[in-house]
């Protein structure tokens, strides 16, 4: 089963099956101020199939170097295409990291698409940094450069390591939403995300929770200050034209 999903993923990408949801990011009130590009694939047969069964066949077999490319593209494309200059959030795999050249590729993107740079963010997970840690660094470093910003995802569920807050100036960091929706049942969780919060605003790193569903996490995050939230609370992953309010809203009526 798995075999014959890889090789139907081999096609996904040219026969147009991938596509493109976008989650919003809020500030703590509620102000959208960008999007996460989410990956779909829309298997011929089998309809919806979740990014988390399709990624690790991907990554298993170097689909998805073209996979992720055509993700950072598509979102920037999209994304220049506003009329407000939101920012859009585009995950990365760590196999990006170890095939071709990762920051020639978001360099020519950009250039290609016109989005300004201060626009993207890429979001990686702390599993890239168990590689090559300076050869890595050193990528994320050149990427920073150009003006790209570079957030930590799932925080604190991975191979969570204080010494990659110290290695890397990370321009955001992303609270799993595992701690989030423990709020108010374990202590224990409630204790992390205080702490999480705490080290990042003492390191001066802005922090977005996600997975934020219900009020009362909301507010015990707005408590904690906490400046940003993503999750069902503010907006569920989906196509850009359910957002188009929100993205051109203030179009003016002359150019649409
Ligand atoms: O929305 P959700 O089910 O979409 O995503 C599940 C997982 O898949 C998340 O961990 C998310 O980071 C990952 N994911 C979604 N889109 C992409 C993508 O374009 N590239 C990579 N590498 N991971 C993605
Ligand atoms: O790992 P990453 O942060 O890239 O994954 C985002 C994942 O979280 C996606 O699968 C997305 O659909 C999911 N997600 C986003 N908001 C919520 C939420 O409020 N609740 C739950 N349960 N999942 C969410
Ligand atoms: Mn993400």
Redesign the pocket.
């Known amino acids: 089963d798995r075999w014959v999903l890889q090789a139907d993923l081999g096609h996904a990408l040219r026969n147009g099956e991938l596509s493109l949801?976008f989650q919003p990011q809020a500030e703590i009130n509620g102000r959208i101020f960008g999007f996460e590009?989410?990956?779909r694939w829309t298997h011929p047969t089998r309809g919806a199939i979740?990014?988390?069964a399709f990624?690790p066949l991907a990554e298993a077999s170097d689909i998805?170097l073209d996979m992720?490319a055509w993700?950072l593209k598509e979102a920037c494309r999209t994304a220049a295409g506003w009329t407000h200059p939101l920012t859009v959030a585009?995950?990365?795999?760590p196999i990006q990291f170890q095939h071709g050249e990762l920051p020639l590729l978001i360099q020519q993107t950009l250039i290609d698409t016109g989005l300004p740079p201060s626009r993207l963010e890429l979001?990686i997970t702390e599993g890239i940094l168990l590689g090559d840690f300076a050869h890595i660094v050193g990528l994320l470093r050149r990427i920073k450069a150009m003006g790209v910003r570079i957030a930590m995802?799932?925080f604190g569920t991975g191979y969570s390591s204080l010494s990659y807050l110290q290695a890397f100036p990370f321009d955001k960091i992303k609270i799993d939403k595992s701690f989030v929706q423990s709020i108010g049942r374990t202590e224990q969780a409630t204790t992390i995300i205080r702490a999480v919060i705490g080290l990042c605003r003492g390191l001066g790193i802005p922090v977005i929770a996600e997975g934020v569903e219900t009020e009362e996490q909301r507010s015990f995050l707005a408590q904690e200050h906490c400046t940003e939230i993503q999750g069902y609370i503010i907006g569920r992953?989906a196509p850009i034209q359910v957002y188009s309010k929100v993205v051109d809203s203030l179009a003016p009526a002359s150019t649409t």
């Open positions: 949801h590009a989410l990956m979740s990014p988390d990624i998805i992720s993700v585009v995950n990365l795999s979001e995802d799932d992953p």
